[in-house]
């Protein structure tokens, strides 16, 4: 399997000039051939392409300086469109899962600038990076690659750094994993629960939040052009850029850890696209990184040879008992613990969803059937369906005035 290994470089004043040359050519490079794939009726082939903005470019006046950069990147730039138009296609036609893809667009100067040197366009001499008409960059190594790269993307984001991309060819390894399984409840407050019991917060990213905003705000009273809002671009930039760093570290360490000890691992499939239409909680869910989260699990999964599974949305997570399955209805979000009527088990209720959403799940024992109703999990829960009961219990969950300390909700039964 392939991974991506990114590590910060230094470049000197000459090598940015080069860098920005760079950057420039490939970007004419894509918009010049995007322009022409927007005026053609049928979709130009990659070699066309090519030849037009690359080979004949470079023979008129207004184009000659393609020729002082490397001739790679330039081509790797035409290969980029082509996949992305082949993604957007495949969008249309149900093809590629996920998301709708748009069709691709033009680059700008202040976005982040990208370049992809494949072999024979870089080679790594000692502790340093030698990219072809660039020169060697230094590098900061933060750990050894792990095998020979076969491409690398040097980088350069809006807050001005520079960062070295390297497409790396990795073999999954097995280790042994400390706990069979566990369910992970994910949240705005407190960003996952585990079914073990403990409760994992998330960094505060409200200061770095409120002064980008107000830096926002000042930003739009600037002249555009002018040099004070290309400082306070920066600043804005530099701000971003450390927020998602700081988000970025914490997924990072924490999905390490919960791979490295758990051999199953189990998330709920949450409709995080309806859930940011919200406006009240869409800069919350925004800054948690749910979706990230739960790329890094499948990655990590896989590199580990663990097992991801992910539950369905529509699944009663918070609506059983997860000790005795006994099902009481729906929660309002306000009632966060309970004590269920039937065992009279007390309840965390994100404790009791992420326990549930282990239970939900494969085992020994019910491989078959859950392999054809699509469920995931490890164990067996008692479920209403399996009770072969006649008609269906109408249950509510009515909160009362607790009588000690701790909030208790009271469960009130009506039979049919």
Aim: aromatic letters at 8%; proline letters at 4%.
């Amino acid at each position: 399997m392939k991974s991506r290994s990114q590590y910060r470089i230094y470049p000197t004043d000459q090598q940015q000039r080069s860098l920005a040359r760079l950057f420039g050519c490939v970007r004419v490079a894509w918009n010049d051939a995007l322009g022409l794939c927007k005026q053609s009726e049928k979709l130009p082939k990659n070699s066309d392409l090519q030849k037009l903005c690359i080979t004949q470019a470079k023979q008129i006046k207004e184009r000659a300086w393609l020729s002082k950069v490397s001739n790679i990147p330039l081509q790797q730039s035409i290969a980029d469109l082509g996949v992305a138009y082949k993604n957007f296609f495949d969008s249309l036609k149900g093809k590629r899962k996920g998301q709708k893809v748009g069709s691709p667009k033009f680059k700008k100067k202040d976005n982040r600038q990208s370049a992809r040197f494949t072999r024979g366009g870089f080679s790594i001499k000692g502790n340093k990076v030698y990219l072809a008409k660039i020169g060697k960059l230094k590098t900061f190594w933060s750990r050894p690659l792990p095998s020979e790269p076969s491409s690398v993307t040097v980088i350069k984001d809006r807050a001005n750094r520079y960062f070295l991309s390297f497409v790396v060819e990795v073999l999954p390894e097995i280790r042994p994993a400390i706990y069979p399984s566990v369910g992970i409840d994910l949240g705005i407050k407190t960003f996952a629960v585990l079914s073990t019991g403990e409760k994992i917060e998330s960094p505060d990213y409200s200061p770095l939040d409120q002064k980008t905003r107000r830096f926002q705000r000042r930003l739009a009273k600037r002249v555009n052009g002018s040099k004070r809002r290309e400082v306070m671009r920066l600043k804005i930039a530099k701000l971003k850029a450390k927020e998602q760093d700081t988000r970025k570290d914490f997924l990072h360490k924490l999905s390490t850890r919960v791979v490295n000890d758990n051999q199953v691992i189990a998330l709920e499939n949450l409709n995080i696209s309806g859930m940011l239409k919200n406006r009240c909680l869409s800069r919350a869910i925004s800054q948690a990184g749910w979706r990230e989260f739960r790329t890094l699990i499948e990655a990590k999964s896989a590199k580990l040879g663990r097992e991801f599974v992910v539950i369905s949305r529509w699944e009663p997570t918070s609506q059983i008992c997860s000790e005795c399955g006994y099902k009481w209805g729906k929660l309002d979000l306000s009632v966060r613990e309970l004590v269920c009527l039937n065992c009279g088990t007390h309840h965390d209720r994100d404790g009791n969803a992420a326990k549930n959403i282990e239970n939900f799940g494969t085992s020994a024992r019910l491989s078959d059937h859950i392999a054809q109703c699509e469920k995931v999990g490890v164990g067996h829960i008692h479920d209403s369906k399996w009770t072969r009961r006649e008609c269906k219990t109408l249950i509510e969950a009515v909160p009362v005035e607790p009588s000690t300390q701790v909030e208790v909700v009271q469960l009130t039964l009506f039979a049919c």
